[in-house]
């Protein structure tokens, strides 16, 4: 329950990265064939490394200069997408909605004029592939699962274009892969989504496929795997990738998260709890961090200090589904101490605060049947 709500976070956060402009550079020139890239291209590495340091304020002018400099371009106004997007995920939050969606907006019709277009470029179209996937994944975190399929569809029909116009532009099938993978994954879940075939091994044959061959991608393809094997729930690989980004962006707080979240998923505690910490002492922002910390505590049998820091994260308001979240595993806690009259009060707070946590309405109906006198 708690990793299938992380994951839509994490395919946010893959369809942000669908493009090369947030793959492995040195400084601003891109690793291999430099000199195969166009001018706006270049000029996008620099903004994807202002994005990648987190230096938002910068990367945000950036993109607006390009934007206006390539008006026809969906470089600039997806560039602004990727830093809303990002800085929404770094948290787990959602101030920065309407920002989002006024930019995804002219986004959207931009990326109907490259569809229109027969003589787009791969570049172009490979954008609109990236666009597209991340409204997507935006739509299925807001619940609008028909609107999420109908942009992932617009994103995968845009990227087989991209291939098409481009036959050695392999970076391409990191984000069919990705497709293949993701849509078996969500289509598997939803019931009333039309049946498809499960092309996970497919998928991941794909994006292993890009980060061999492909050109621009660099990094990126370690990025998109390592995502994969958490929803693998295969931590021995998905740690070794994310390690490596850390090196190159050492500041990155996303790869920091999914890090820990990794770490906790093999059982390496210390290490997650380091990864933490350091997030608390450097980036006291990202108030989700003390969730982990509670996390961690709680996969330790350590109630107490579990308890205290799930009590502190909810003093930083968190958004509904987090707070739903903690309040569960607080319940979780009262259980274990033989306290089931606060554990239901937890479990009935944590399903008010979202009805979508069907792991709460399971042991509040499981504690009424034990206890009648709860249903009163």
């Known amino acids: 329950m708690r990793e299938c709500r992380l994951l839509f976070f994490f395919l946010s956060l893959l369809a942000l990265l669908v493009n090369p402009w947030f793959v492995s550079f040195s400084q601003t020139r891109p690793e291999g064939?430099?000199?195969?890239?166009?001018?706006?291209?270049?000029?996008?590495?620099?903004?994807?490394?202002?994005?990648f340091h987190r230096k938002?304020?910068?990367?945000?002018?950036?993109?607006?200069?390009?934007?206006?400099?390539?008006?026809?371009s969906l470089t600039g106004s997806f560039g602004q997408m990727a830093i809303w997007q990002a800085r929404m995920f770094e948290n787990y939050d959602f101030p920065f909605d309407k920002e989002f969606e006024e930019i995804s907006e002219t986004n959207k019709k931009l990326t109907e004029k490259v569809l229109g277009d027969p003589q787009a470029s791969a570049w172009e179209l490979f954008l609109a592939g990236a666009g597209s996937g991340l409204r997507s994944f935006y739509f299925m975190r807001k619940g609008s699962a028909l609107k999420s399929l109908g942009e992932a569809n617009t994103a995968k029909r845009a990227l087989q274009r991209a291939i098409e116009k481009d036959p050695s532009f392999s970076d391409v099938y990191l984000g069919l892969g990705m497709f293949d993978f993701w849509r078996s994954v969500y289509t598997n879940r939803i019931k009333f989504f039309p049946f498809f075939s499960d092309k996970r091994a497919a998928g991941l044959?794909?994006?292993?496929?890009?980060?061999?061959?492909?050109?621009?991608?660099?990094?990126?393809?370690d990025f998109a795997l390592a995502f994969s094997y958490y929803q693998d729930r295969n931590?021995?690989?998905?740690?070794?990738?994310?390690?490596n980004a850390l090196k190159k962006y050492p500041d990155n707080v996303i790869a920091k998260n999914l890090l820990a979240s990794l770490y906790i998923m093999r059982g390496s505690t210390p290490q997650a709890q380091a990864v933490i910490d350091s997030l608390l002492k450097s980036n006291p922002?990202?108030?989700?961090?003390?969730?982990?910390?509670?996390?961690?505590?709680?996969?330790?049998?350590?109630?107490?200090e579990a308890r205290h820091w799930y009590e502190d994260y909810l003093t930083t308001k968190p958004t509904n589904e987090w707070t739903s979240y903690t309040l569960y595993d607080l319940g979780m806690i009262s259980l274990r101490e033989n306290k089931e009259t606060e554990a239901y009060e937890d479990f009935k707070k944590a399903y008010r605060a979202d009805s979508n946590n069907s792991a709460?309405?399971?042991?509040?109906?499981?504690?009424?049947r034990k206890e009648p006198r709860f249903g009163k």
């Open 33 to 51: 064939r430099s000199s195969s890239l166009s001018e706006i291209e270049q000029k996008a590495v620099i903004g994807r490394d202002l994005i």
């Open 360 to 368: 709460a309405l399971k042991q509040l109906q499981a504690l009424r």
């Open 235 to 243: 931590p021995a690989k998905g740690i070794p990738p994310l390690e």
């Open 285 to 304: 922002e990202i108030t989700v961090a003390k969730y982990f910390k509670a996390y961690t505590y709680y996969r330790e049998k350590k109630l107490p």
């Open 56 to 72: 938002y304020d910068e990367a945000t002018q950036h993109f607006k200069k390009l934007a206006l400099d390539y008006p026809s």
């Open 205 to 221: 044959a794909q994006m292993e496929r890009a980060n061999r061959e492909g050109r621009v991608i660099g990094s990126l393809g």
